[in-house]
């Protein structure tokens, strides 16, 4: 990874309000289902990354693009209540901001369906006009909620300016070589996974082949993949200056979920202020199982994350009961967990 540690940490994407309704089960195709009030409240990927690095005290700034609208007024806010730099953060004319219709059932599992909005509005120029955005950042934080080409000229920008680059390829599309390449690390849930890499390659769903998979993804770029794993926690494989694969499993603690939506972004915030800080991906994932652990605890996106003293309360309340991410290494033949 590139050594430049310290700088701001950058986001560049989306942001979207969550329209939220709970219920006590999802709809099946074609089913209505009755569901709780309306809840209007601030969401989207890279808003999501960049409050969640914010609440925690690193230093944020966003570049995206939001509407004119009443949901613009409300993301704007809070972004920089949770002390967000907003300044990149464009309002465009004639056109909405991005929403995400979200229903959430009593288990916490979640659907989302996004509205681009004023995200689809965001090009690929507007990143090249805002070179003087990367100057001095130490991580990127990206998603796939904008289109490629934005990423592809974020990446780049990034890349050349000496920062660290990490991606989320969610939503999930086909991601081109030219993409992996800037990539320094790649964080993606087990379904993300299966599609970069496919199932073949994954080996079998109970005891995953990481050293294959890292294989695979590292020969193309990324020296490190972070993969979430829900309530098992996270698995940070990574390969060193030789070469060799090294598989670090982290744990997460067991908590009582109330509501999954926005926890990988918590998680990704969490991780890109560590490593802003200059940790490595092993150390920072266990700060970021934390950060997502404690927002499945709590209903919304933002709105459940926590600041560093609420974080500091959560885990010196935690009784120490870990989940399988251990085990899920363990399981995989013929490879170390360190
Ligand atoms: O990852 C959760 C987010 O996905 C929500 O906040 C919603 O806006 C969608 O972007």
Known sequence: MPDRARGPLLVVGSMNADLVVRTSRLPRPGETVTGSDLVVSPGGK???????????????????????????????????????DI??????????????????????ENFIIVSPGANAQFAAADVVAAADFFADGSVLCLCLEVDLSVVQAAAEAANAAGATVVLN??????????????????????????DLVGGEALGSPDAPDW???????????????????????AVVLALDAAGAARVHAEPAPRVEVVDTTGCGDA????????LALGEDPGTACRFAV???????????????????????????????????????????ASRSAE
């Open 46 to 84: 890279s808003s999501n990354q960049a409050a969640a690095a914010a609440l925690l005290g690193a230093d944020v700034r966003l570049l995206g693009r939001v509407g004119d609208d009443g949901n613009a007024d409300l993301l704007l806010a809070r972004a920089r209540a949770a002390g967000v």
């Open 87 to 108: 300044r990149r953060v464009e309002r465009l004319p004639d056109v909405a901001t991005g929403t995400a219709m979200i229903a959430v059932d009593r288990s916490g």
């Open 169 to 194: 390829p969610s939503p999930f599309q086909d991601l081109d070589e030219r993409l992996l390449r800037l990539v320094d690390v790649l964080v993606v849930n087990e379904h993300e996974l299966a």
């Open 211 to 233: 050293e294959r998979v890292l294989e695979e993804l590292g020969s193309i770029g990324p020296r490190h993949v972070v993969v979430t794993l829900g309530s098992a926690g």
């Open 267 to 274: 998680f990704l915030g969490a991780l890109a202020s560590r």
């Open 290 to 332: 934390q950060v997502g652990s404690f927002a499945a605890t709590r209903p919304g996106a933002q709105e459940s994350y926590p600041t560093a003293a609420e974080l500091d309360r959560f885990t010196g309340s935690l009784a120490g009961a870990r989940s399988s991410a251990a085990e899920v290494v363990a399981e995989g």
